[in-house]
């Protein structure tokens, strides 16, 4: 989970006169705290990137710090609308990268964000659909997500009430290790038994943290 917040805090007084006489800006303090599933965890990499990308477009304004100072500060931002993530990366292979926040950089603003960062695994997000009918149509008791890593019998399996990713919802899994995946979509009864499934899909999981987006699968149901 992402937190921050917004301090209206003087930046000194050197800045504030800098601010007066030529651009109005702000700053982003970010933090990041590196996890494997829910436990501490080392840097994967020596670098940390705070990204900050203005809203209007252009090139994003990058801080790079060392990975285990846990923490740095994107200064002097010209006041305005920023989408903000951090990246662990060796300087050019990505490692892992922060979920991104939007936020509002406002004259001598100093914002926190905290960002928890999953070094080891990601995550697919799915929606789906059931050929002919819906979730109520054939009174699912759930959907079965088995994710399994390639060329193992290594799945992990994780079951959602059908109506929690019924397109236009989106069901997100559980960590998994990072990897090359066959991912199987199924649609249970209420005995928890598979009344219908959709074609395999083959995806991979390439850095920590993240999301890859698998769309709106189609289940068919077993005749």
């Known amino acids: 989970m992402t937190k921050f917040v917004i301090s209206a805090l003087a930046l000194g007084a050197a800045s504030l006169a800098t601010a007066c006489t030529t651009e109005e800006t702000g700053s982003i303090d970010a933090t990041w705290n590196l996890l494997d599933d829910g436990a501490a965890a080392g840097c994967p990499a020596p670098d940390a990137t705070i990204v900050a990308q203005p ?20 200064a002097d931002l010209p006041v305005g609308d920023y989408t903000v993530w951090v990246e662990i990366s060796d300087g ?31 995550f697919f997000d ?16 759930g959907v079965s997500v088995l994710s399994t890593l390639s060329g193992t019998t290594q799945g992990i399996d994780d079951v959602f009430d059908c109506a929690d990713g019924e397109n236009p919802a989106i069901a997100t899994t559980g960590a998994l290790p990072i990897g090359d995946y066959v991912v199987s979509v199924a649609v249970l009864d ?13 995806e ?7 999301f890859v987006d698998l769309g709106v699968v189609t289940i068919n149901l077993f005749n």
């Open 55 to 74: 809203a209007g477009g252009g090139s994003p304004y990058r801080d790079i710090y060392d990975c285990a100072d846990g923490g740095g500060l994107a």
């Open 190 to 202: 209420q005995s928890d038994l598979a009344i219908g499934e959709a074609d395999e899909i083959q």
């Open 126 to 141: 799915v929606s789906w659909e059931i050929a002919g009918s819906s979730c109520s149509g054939v009174n699912a008791g």
């Open 92 to 122: 050019s292979a990505l490692a892992a990268q922060s979920e991104a926040v939007d936020v509002t950089v406002d004259l001598n603003d100093l914002i926190e964000i905290v960002y928890d960062i999953d070094v080891a695994n990601g």
């Open 204 to 210: 991979s999981i390439t850095f920590g943290n993240e």
